[in-house]
């Protein structure tokens, strides 16, 4: 008998009574303003929230944030990139002082999470630039993480993905908040035309 | 007195350190409780959570197979470990054949106690731990003392000068802002020149044979972003469902742990990049056994929060290394106990039955409820504490007795104080006996001299 076989077997053999599957119908959190929620939720986690408005190219857009495009990182059309992350042959040239703009599907009110599935070739995309732009559809803001897992444009065939609020952090040591541990030190979210 | 009884006293004769370690947890404790506070329905998400990991615990086989069907599906490799022997056989076998000297490591409590990183040092392959405060143990060599805040016992001045010594830091510079982003730097070289990647498994989803990983720094995220080998450990009991109870644990885990609303990164773990390999280890170890203990297989619903930690009383005065078990705390104890009372039980004394505990815990455990428990169990088994044993019979003789009783009490009155308070009287470690009253309540009472209610005039 292999291990798998000899564990299964113990875990049959463990004479714990059945306990049914929970139904999930309970009453969740309800936020007047999601978008506000969501907003607050970011700046809390130590992200900042930026609106795009309609008529602005992406080049003046990211510019009005004191991004310098020569430092971008990005496969998103109507975003000038400086660097195609999907042309890099290894992960670690995205590493260093440049900004990733990707996509986010979904933002979460309650934490203030961005749903950010990988699209992109290197997921080190997401993590090893100094800074990261999300765009998200501002219809794209849902309630709670329950929400969010049910909502249809969760769409569950991903290789990676990410719910990810405000930069990188720690507090080890003596519990003094610090950004940047190795994630991107800062971290925008770009409230966008809803999707079509 | 306990083995921990004994250690706690060292952690405590550096009284502004053990003040400051109380206060420092009793901060995340507090944020803790605005958290939940700010959440409507907290207690309907603690009880949901019990109750759908007591449902994939009576059912934890089936759950196992259809992750592992998914994984496999999904283009993972998973491997199956009885124990922590076999679980590093099985981790050293997978760098083999891969090849590589150098491995990052993100938080794992599973390897500490499989002990991987020694194992992996003996066969030539370096674990580069990767989370800060794991890192400062890591370079302490020392064992974290606390499951989620690693360090937190350690203060800024150590670690100023720990890093200057390991990391060419300025000499007395000790702000976190600095240090942090000096070791920022410096792994940034290890995660770039790493071979392979290692994580720990918060949640492991049957029905999508995918996992997360649950960080606040990004250590994880980053560590698995370059090497084409990530390892993934799990205790079995890391399963859960589906996606829909994800979302409940996610919603109550940082919000418990830190007092934050949700971890940084909440990564998903689905298929492997083109070229690259991703393994998961399911390691029993023990587990099967404690999900056949029906007075103890709640421990296995953990989420390993450490929200019972910051809220123990014992745990924020004593140290996380007054226990004997590699876990501290209310949650130390109980698994401690589990794994041997013969080695361990000298921590069931570390609990004042305050259950604050049992009242935080996300997943609703009765974790002092189990350790009342076993310290019945132990007196079964005969390995409670002798001379505890002895002081509580001569109470019981004496509570039982009235003549007794008030004799004793008169006795005490009168005596003088340094009969009782004195050093001989462990009771006296740390804390003044109080003063015997000259007449007791019961006297008192008796001859009219308290005032009784006056009943209601209609
Ligand atoms: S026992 Fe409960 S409170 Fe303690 S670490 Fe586990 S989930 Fe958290």
Redesign the interface.
């Known amino acids: 008998m292999d291990a798998k076989q000899k564990i299964l077997q113990r875990l049959s053999q463990s004479g714990m009574p059945e306990h049914p599957m929970p139904v999930l119908d309970f009453e969740r959190e309800h936020f007047d303003d999601p978008v506000a929620s969501f907003r607050q939720a970011v700046e809390a986690s130590g992200g900042r929230v930026a609106e795009w408005p309609d008529g602005v190219s992406g080049a003046e857009m990211l510019t009005s944030l004191g991004i310098e495009l020569s430092r971008v990182v990005s496969n998103v059309t109507g975003i000038p990139a400086a660097l195609d992350p999907d042309e890099v042959e290894d992960p670690r040239e995205l590493d260093g002082e440049k900004t990733a703009v990707v996509e986010g599907v979904l933002g979460v009110a309650e934490n203030g999470a961005v749903w950010i599935p990988q699209r992109a070739r290197h997921k080190a995309l997401y993590f090893a630039p100094e800074e990261i732009v999300v765009l998200l559809p501002r219809d794209g803001i849902v309630a709670t993480m329950q929400d969010a897992v049910a909502d249809e444009r969760f769409n569950r065939d991903f290789g990676f993905g990410c719910f990810m609020s405000g930069p990188s952090k720690t507090a080890d040591i003596e519990q003094a908040l610090v950004f940047g541990a190795h994630g991107p030190m800062k971290l925008t979210v770009v409230l966008c035309r809803d999707a079509e | 007195m306990s083995t921990h009884a004994k250690a706690a006293a060292k952690f405590l004769a550096d009284r502004d350190r053990a003040a400051w370690h109380d206060r420092?947890l009793y901060?995340?404790r507090e944020k803790r409780d605005r958290m939940a506070h700010s959440?409507?329905?907290w207690e309907?998400l603690r009880?949901?959570a019990s109750?759908?990991k007591?449902?994939t615990?009576?059912?934890?086989?089936h759950y196992?197979?259809q992750f592992e069907r998914n994984a496999t599906a999904n283009g993972m490799i998973v491997h199956?470990?009885?124990d922590a022997e076999?679980m590093n056989r099985i981790v050293g076998q997978i760098v083999r054949e891969h090849g590589g000297r150098k491995l990052v490591k993100s938080k794992s409590m599973l390897s500490e106690e499989c002990g991987l990183t020694p194992y992996l040092a003996e066969q030539g392959v370096e674990a580069v731990e990767?989370?800060?405060?794991e890192r400062?143990m890591q370079l302490m060599h020392r064992p974290p003392s606390h499951i989620v805040?690693?360090?937190?016992h350690?203060?800024?001045e150590e670690?100023g000068a720990l890093f200057e010594r390991e990391m060419a830091t300025e000499p007395g510079n000790s702000d976190?802002?600095y240090?942090?982003?000096a070791a920022?730097k410096c792994?940034?070289e290890t995660?770039?020149t790493a071979d392979i990647s290692m994580t720990g498994v918060n949640f492991a989803i049957a029905a999508?044979g995918s996992f997360a990983v649950c960080t606040?720094?990004?250590?994880a995220?980053?560590g698995?972003?370059?090497p084409d080998l990530h390892i993934a450990i799990m205790g079995?009991e890391k399963v859960i469902?589906d996606?829909?109870?994800?979302?409940?644990f996610?919603?109550l885990l940082a919000r418990s742990a830190?007092g934050?609303?949700?971890?940084?990164?909440?990564?998903?773990?689905?298929?492997?990049?083109p070229g690259k390999e991703i393994h998961v280890v399911?390691v029993?170890n023990g587990r099967?056994?404690s999900?056949?203990n029906?007075a103890h297989?709640n421990m296995l619903k953990c989420l390993r929060c450490g929200a019972c930690m910051n809220t123990c009383p014992v745990y924020r005065r004593s140290g996380g290394y007054s226990y004997s078990y590699f876990i501290p705390g209310p949650l130390g104890i109980n698994l401690g106990m589990l794994r041997s009372p013969e080695r361990y039980g000298g921590n069931v004394s570390g609990c004042s039955l305050c259950y604050s505990c049992s009242n935080v815990c996300p997943a609703r455990i009765d974790l002092g409820e189990q350790i009342y428990a076993w310290r019945q169990e132990m007196d079964a088994d005969g390995v409670a504490d002798p001379q505890k044993k002895m002081m509580v019979k001569t109470m019981n003789v004496l509570m039982r007795h009235k003549g007794l009783f008030y004799t004793a009490i008169k006795g005490a009155a009168l005596a003088p104080r340094f009969v009782y308070n004195n050093r001989f009287n462990p009771w006296c470690a740390g804390r003044e006996m109080p003063r015997f009253a000259r007449r007791s309540f019961n006297e008192l009472w008796k001859s009219g001299m308290i005032d009784q209610p006056k009943k209601e005039e209609k």
């Open positions: 420092a901060l995340v959440v409507p329905e309907t009880q949901a109750d759908i007591l449902h615990l009576s059912h934890l086989g196992l197979e199956w470990a009885e076999a990767s989370d800060l405060g400062i805040l690693p360090a937190i350690v203060r800024r670690v976190p802002t240090l942090t982003h920022r792994l940034r995660f770039r999508e606040n720094e990004g250590n995220d980053l698995t972003s370059f079995l469902p996606y829909a109870s994800l979302a409940v996610t919603r830190t934050q609303p949700v971890t940084t990164y909440t990564s998903l773990y689905r298929r492997p990049e399911i029993d099967t056994e999900l056949c029906e297989r």
